[in-house]
């Protein structure tokens, strides 16, 4: 096992990252208070791990309430997280539980949303069961749930006492889901690490194939990367809003397709390319660059291009992202592979370009 | 006009009090950024003062938006939540807008609720138009909404960036209303300071004929008392608690009698009343300040026993409070007027005898 740290000063915490360690009862210890501990998970990670969780955190002397979602991006809503306050309260959770979001990217928002107010806030702990999770939204303290007008509308910045990822939790994850991941690791190197980028193409196919050392190594990467990113700038005043590289576009993906249609790594994927095509038409990336992230991001098994919805709907959908601000988009562009900056006052027609030129 | 300023580190803000002060351009200007200020009232409040607060946000360079929500503690609900963010989306306010929370303390915790979640966290200012409001609920950036099993259980702190308190919208205030705040002007004198609830059995009847320099003293002092208790203890693990006082027992009575039904204040008057009972019972408060508790709660033109509910309905609706933890329900108990401890272990029966006595 290896741990790395977000600093965040007293709201600092360990990233723990190994094999096996789901149920190790001591990284539950160190953070359980006298209270509840309420495992919040999704009906499909609940048949593989929350016995063995729940049996870890008994160990650790908790009394322990499951709260069963459904699994699907459709779950980081308001009924859902209605749900999990009714089951808490009914309960009698008080003041001094703690939250445990076991699962993916959409378990880990909702969890952590639900800590973030449950009472006015509750400490919780992330154990991500996705590749997605375990190298990106489970590090951050980044919660949410989506409303109909736009993704992650309404959340709050929370931080885990601590992150659980146990990497063989990902034997049990379907190939599509792997991949979906994989645009989020190419992110990583992308928007910030020029070797980490060299890396991931020349060990795509190990990934791919679930090769344990690989996964690792790259899953440890970008936690180190995103720590870094976290302890300087926590609340996206600055550098950490180059995280959203291909967000953007990619959240209007996933609004456009309707919520769950695309995995969210699938829409950023695609997302990244249509960055990747603005970046060129602005000056910025050479032609070249773009072709090397439109391969790796292929090489993935991912999509380059988005669904079938007109280029001017994209657009739209954009208008009201959370990265919007005065009705002017504000993008992440690459400068080159491994190197990204904010820009805003890009012109309608360019973003249009860019959208239609992933497609070709 | 007064400025008193609560000390928190970079989330220190003023509190300002004065007369005619609602509209004064700078106290605006002071706090807003480049983008939206999105007004949240209520339909009693707007007709009344949202001409004038728009005004003087947009002599101070803002877009406006208003969002006018219905009155009444209904309004603390996810639904009424769930329409603002609907209207700052459809507005496309950006994560640079600015809350303007603007009515009594259902507005405040309502909108200072929003702002802490929208877009995971935008900048709130409190203009509060009741005394409840001036004197307690938005100072300190409690936030929250009710939930079907209890108040505030969904919540965030969130303080404020400037509370701009103007004497002067209290005259417009229902004397029921007015009421009402006393009972949370009379708390602040009885958990934590003998002087000034000395000086309130002084000038019971100058603060309901709403004297305005009576009302302006009794505001600063409880400004005064409540940024003190916050500085030293924001989140509520220690000292703040005592903030507390009667809220237990209210808490339960405004879900026995349904939400709407008594005023907050109204309820909390009666929670005092059982509180010291309570006091008296476990050995801490002797019968004389029982009766003189009892008493200036009376000359408030307050209630002094609770709605017509079985004693056993409002123990059991206390164990869900959410100053529940494992089961074990704690209360803000006076050791003599103006000094309170927080005490856990008290049986049922005690605690029972307490409500009854209150009725006699």
Known sequence: MESLRV??????????????????????????????????????????????????????????????VPDGEQAKSWPTLDRVFEELLAARCGRDSVLVALGGGVVGDLAGFAAAVYQRGVPFIQVPTTLLAQVDSSVGGKTAINHERGK?????????????????????????????????????????????????????ERLLQREPVALGYAIRRCCELKAAV?????????????????????????????????LHGEAVAAGMVMAAELSQRVGLLDKGDVTRVRSLIGRAGLPTAGPPIPAEHL???????????????RFVLLQGVGKSSLRGGIGAPLIHEAIVAAVQ
Chains 1, 2 share one sequence.
Do not use: C
């Open 152 to 204: 992650n509308m309404i959340g709050a910045f929370h931080q885990p006492r601590a992150v659980i990822s146990d990497v063989r939790t990902l034997d049990t994850l379907p190939q599509r889901e792997l991949k979906a991941g994989l645009a989020e690791v190419i992110k990583h190197g992308l928007a910030l690490d020029r070797a980490f980028t060299e890396w991931l193409e020349e060990n795509m």
């Open 230 to 262: 976290v302890a300087e700038d926590e609340r996206e005043s600055g550098v950490r809003a180059l995280l959203n590289f291909g967000h953007t576009f990619g959240h209007a993906i996933e609004a456009g397709a309707g919520y769950g249609r695309w």
């Open 315 to 329: 657009v739209e959908l954009m208008a009201v992202d959370k990265k919007a601000a005065r009705g002017e988009l």
């Open 7 to 68: 600093e965040l000063g007293s709201r600092s915490y360990p990233i723990h990252i190994g094999a096996g360690i789901v149920d190790r009862v001591p990284l539950y210890e160190a953070v359980l208070g006298r209270g509840t501990a309420a495992i919040v998970t999704n009906d499909v990670v609940a048949p593989l791990y929350l016995a063995r969780v729940q049996k870890a955190l008994e160990a650790a002397g908790a009394r322990v309430v499951p709260v069963v």
